[in-house]
């Protein structure tokens, strides 16, 4: 229940800053007024460009030395191995012969750290839920070194086209595209050894990259998108190998669609497991969001937030599915 005083003082503060004051009440709610305040600042400031390195188009070595000199300047990231911080110096990144042949993809932090995270290995299954544009399905074959069956879901007949072109541009060859809903996999009879489900979100972490996202969302949007991403998650758990890695990512940084989800699985199945997250990135995320008890392993989850890293917000989780049923 949310309190008068924070109340008036998300109304306050929404009208300030342009945002609706259901969000003010939650962020008041859920970091205090001094860290909403360094989040509302750091959603004014624009997101660095990053790209991820493509050895299946070209060494990362002849990348680097082509795109030096063409005057983009690169800063690797600590835990992306083929990742980096890019400067096109006014460049259009999608613009140059390099991205068209593939050699590298225009791709935020966050999303290359989700397949990092998957950590997927040459020869096994994989499962992409929900898997256009592309970003992570291209990042997911090329880990796999195109060897194994990378199987890319998506259901949007539109977003399809974008994500073959992708698949092809980055010279991706192990993955099989198939229009399906990601709520619904029985007809799949595959078990697959890992499955990313980067789930369609509010994407209330994106404010920094689209302002509009102010504004432009309900609360009800919210509960919406939380509903069917547990649908989509309740589907993937069900589907995945015993034994196998599930990681669960959305660019929502409310824990209606993020923690509440997780540990409702966690109540429904537990045979699945939150694992710890080996790379050093972001922070924890919330075992009592809004004061509510939540599972505490969801510790064990990482957050990217603009204040606090300088990107989009993120949720990351990962799980093992272990023999009890």
């Given at each position: 229940?949310?309190?008068?005083?924070?109340?008036?003082?998300?109304?306050?503060?929404?009208?300030?800053?342009?945002?609706?004051?259901?969000?003010?009440?939650?962020?008041?709610?859920?970091?205090?007024?001094?860290?909403?305040?360094a989040f509302?600042?750091?959603?004014?400031?624009?997101?660095?460009?990053?790209?991820?390195?493509?050895?299946?188009?070209?060494?990362?070595?002849?990348?680097?030395?082509?795109?030096n000199k063409?005057?983009?300047?690169?800063?690797?990231?600590?835990?992306?191995?083929?990742?980096?911080?890019?400067?096109?110096?006014?460049?259009?990144?999608?613009?140059?012969?390099?991205?068209?042949?593939?050699?590298?993809?225009?791709?935020?932090?966050?999303?290359?750290?989700?397949?990092?995270?998957?950590?997927?290995?040459?020869?096994?299954?994989?499962?992409?839920?929900?898997?256009?544009?592309g970003g992570?399905?291209?990042?997911?074959?090329?880990?796999?070194?195109?060897?194994?069956?990378?199987?890319?879901?998506?259901?949007?007949?539109?977003?399809?086209?974008?994500?073959?072109?992708?698949?092809?541009?980055?010279?991706?060859?192990?993955?099989?595209?198939?229009?399906?809903?990601?709520?619904?996999?029985?007809?799949?009879?595959?078990?697959?050894?890992?499955?990313?489900?980067?789930?369609?979100?509010?994407?209330?972490?994106?404010?920094?990259?689209?302002?509009?996202?102010?504004?432009?969302?309900?609360?009800?949007?919210?509960?919406?998108?939380?509903?069917?991403?547990?649908?989509?998650?309740?589907?993937?758990?069900?589907?995945?190998?015993?034994?196998?890695?599930?990681?669960?990512?959305?660019?929502?940084?409310?824990?209606?669609?993020?923690?509440?989800?997780?540990?409702?699985?966690?109540?429904?199945?537990?045979?699945?497991?939150?694992?710890?997250?080996?790379?050093?990135?972001?922070?924890?995320?919330?075992?009592?969001?809004?004061?509510?008890?939540?599972?505490?392993?969801?510790?064990?989850?990482?957050?990217?937030?603009?204040?606090?890293?300088?990107?989009?917000?993120?949720?990351?989780?990962?799980?093992?599915?272990?023999?009890?049923?």
């Amino acid at each position: 229940m949310v309190s008068r005083e924070i109340r008036e003082r998300a109304k306050e503060i929404a009208e300030e800053w342009g945002y609706l004051p259901y969000m003010l009440e939650r962020y008041l709610t859920l970091w205090g007024e001094s860290e909403t305040l360094a989040f509302l600042e750091a959603c004014e400031s624009p997101i660095p460009t990053a790209i991820r390195l493509n050895p299946l188009r070209a060494s990362p070595s002849a990348t680097i030395e082509r795109l030096n000199k063409k005057r983009v300047y690169l800063e690797p990231i600590d835990w992306l191995d083929l990742g980096y911080i890019a400067d096109f110096q006014g460049l259009s990144p999608g613009a140059l012969m390099e991205h068209m042949l593939g050699h590298y993809y225009v791709q935020g932090v966050p999303s290359m750290t989700v397949v990092e995270v998957l950590d997927p290995q040459p020869g096994e299954v994989i499962m992409d839920l929900a898997s256009a544009p592309g970003g992570k399905t291209t990042h997911i074959g090329q880990r796999m070194n195109n060897s194994g069956i990378l199987l890319s879901i998506e259901n949007d007949r539109k977003r399809i086209q974008s994500l073959e072109s992708n698949i092809q541009r980055c010279g991706v060859t192990n993955s099989i595209v198939i229009r399906a809903d990601a709520k619904k996999l029985d007809g799949i009879s595959i078990e697959p050894d890992r499955i990313l489900l980067d789930a369609p979100c509010s994407g209330e972490g994106l404010i920094p990259i689209d302002s509009s996202r102010k504004t432009s969302k309900s609360m009800a949007d919210v509960r919406y998108c939380a509903t069917r991403e547990g649908d989509m998650l309740e589907a993937a758990v069900q589907k995945l190998a015993v034994g196998g890695v599930l990681v669960y990512a959305t660019c929502s940084i409310a824990p209606e669609e993020n923690e509440f989800v997780v540990d409702n699985i966690l109540r429904n199945h537990p045979e699945m497991e939150i694992e710890e997250i080996s790379q050093n990135f972001g922070s924890p995320g919330y075992s009592q969001p809004y004061g509510v008890r939540l599972d505490e392993s969801l510790e064990k989850t990482k957050r990217f937030l603009p204040h606090k890293d300088g990107t989009e917000g993120f949720f990351i989780c990962r799980m093992i599915k272990g023999g009890a049923q």
